[in-house]
Each structure stands twice: as structure tokens, then as C-alpha cells.
């Protein structure tokens, strides 16, 4: 079936400090692969998105680049904010028409001033 | 432009008690609608998905219902609330035409007591 996996922290990291969240994934055909963040007590957001093979969202200053060959949709940052504290979520959604939206359990981000 | 809305954004209520959670989405007509629960530190748990009016699909055995009684409101009820129901409901919305990014809205937070 098809699975997202991603770290699940929480990760501590001080203000400027480089930001990588890794996810892979799980599924047949060519899923579309995105990046959802959740501010404390809100519902999520869209944070970045990739349709297809060696695709690069990006939004906000963060980055990550769709690679069909590691399954991998790592998320980064060059230079977090405390401002970005949140939880993270990896999600994919398969390519056959009907199937519904999996996401990753959430890494928790905590930035320190 | 789309918005989706949930309320109450709050809820405490007592064990036993019933429940009705609603959901509206506006600016778009035949959206898929979700009801998801996130318990407290945990990821995402989809409850319900309808393709269309009074259509449900169920993806977890539970005390929980959802009905879609018009094409843009999305409820979640239960005839009698457990402890291990509380939790932060979200509601998502997508328009379904393919692997299309899922918007959701802010998120009822439900305690049961």
C-alpha cells in the first residue's frame, strides 16, 4: 500500500541554523508529493508542493525536490525563524483517480532564539 | 476564492453526550469533503470522505458519523461522546478532478470530560 514516512522529532534547532526534515515514501505510478506545516492550535496549510519526477516547490524559503529514485521528498530550510516552529507533515496522494490524500505522522519543529 | 469554515472552534463536553460538528465550504460547488482527527501529538486520522451529497465513506470503525446533507456542508456527529473522542478535528476539502492539493479548514478542538 502506500505510506509516508518521515522523522518525527521533535527537532531543536537555534534561529539561522540549516533545516532538514526527510521524507520518503511508498507507492505506485507517480504520486504528487507535498509539504503541509501547522502553526500551534490551527489547521493545516499548504506549504509546497511537487507533481512530478525532479519537480522543486518551494514557498517561504523552504525547498524540496521531488526524487523518484530515493522515494524522497526532503524538506529544507537555509536559515529557520522562530517563526517557524510548527509540526510538519509530509503527505502524498497516488495517481489512480479516487484514492484519498496519506500523510506522515508530523515532525515537530522547535526554534529557539 | 475558496474558504472553508468549522465551528465551534471549541468544544468541551461530557461523556455520553451527543455531538455535532459542522463544516462548510464556500467559493467552489462538488468538492470531496474529509473529517480527519488529530488526537493530542499525533498525526492525522481520516474518519469520513464524501464524494457528493449523501455520500459517506467510512475509514474507521467508530463511534462517529458524517452526513453531507448539502454539497458544500460536511457534518460529523455522534449519538453519545467517549473519553478517547477528544481530539482536534479538521475538515479538508479538494475538488476531486485529480491529485488535487487538499485545503483545510482551522479545526474544532473537542474535550471530553
Known amino acids: 500500500g502506500n505510506s509516508v514516512t518521515q522523522m518525527e522529532g521533535p527537532v531543536t534547532l537555534s534561529e539561522e541554523a540549516f533545516l532538514t526534515i526527510n521524507c520518503t515514501y511508498t507507492?505506485?505510478?507517480?504520486?504528487?508529493l507535498f509539504w503541509y506545516v501547522q502553526y500551534p492550535g490551527e489547521g493545516l496549510q499548504l506549504l509546497l508542493k511537487?507533481?512530478?519526477?525532479?519537480d522543486k516547490g518551494s514557498n517561504k524559503g523552504f525547498e524540496a525536490t521531488y526524487r523518484k529514485e530515493t522515494t524522497s521528498f526532503h524538506l529544507e530550510k537555509g536559515s529557520v525563524q522562530v517563526s517557524d516552529s510548527a509540526v510538519y507533515f509530509c503527505a502524498l496522494i497516488p495517481d489512480n483517480y479516487g484514492q484519498n490524500f496519506v500523510f506522515g505522522p508530523g515532525t515537530r519543529l522547535s526554534v529557539l532564539p | 476564492s475558496q474558504t472553508i469554515h468549522q465551528w465551534p472552534a471549541t468544544l468541551v463536553q461530557p461523556v455520553g453526550s451527543p455531538l455535532s460538528l459542522e463544516c462548510t465550504v464556500e467559493?467552489?460547488?462538488?468538492?470531496?469533503l474529509y473529517w480527519y482527527r488529530q488526537a493530542a501529538g499525533r498525526g492525522l486520522q481520516l474518519l469520513f470522505y464524501?464524494?457528493?451529497?449523501?455520500?459517506i465513506s467510512s475509514e474507521v470503525p467508530q463511534n462517529l458519523s458524517a452526513s453531507r446533507p448539502q454539497d458544500r456542508q460536511f457534518i460529523l456527529s455522534s449519538k453519545k461522546l467517549l473519553l478517547s473522542d477528544s481530539g482536534f478535528y479538521l475538515c479538508a476539502w479538494c475538488q476531486g478532478t485529480g491529485q488535487e492539493t487538499q485545503y483545510f479548514g482551522p479545526g474544532t478542538r473537542l474535550l471530553v470530560l
Open positions: 511537487a507533481t512530478k519526477a525532479d
Open positions: 467559493g467552489t460547488s462538488n468538492p470531496n
Open positions: 464524501s464524494v457528493g451529497i449523501g455520500q
Open positions: 507507492a505506485t505510478g507517480y504520486p504528487s
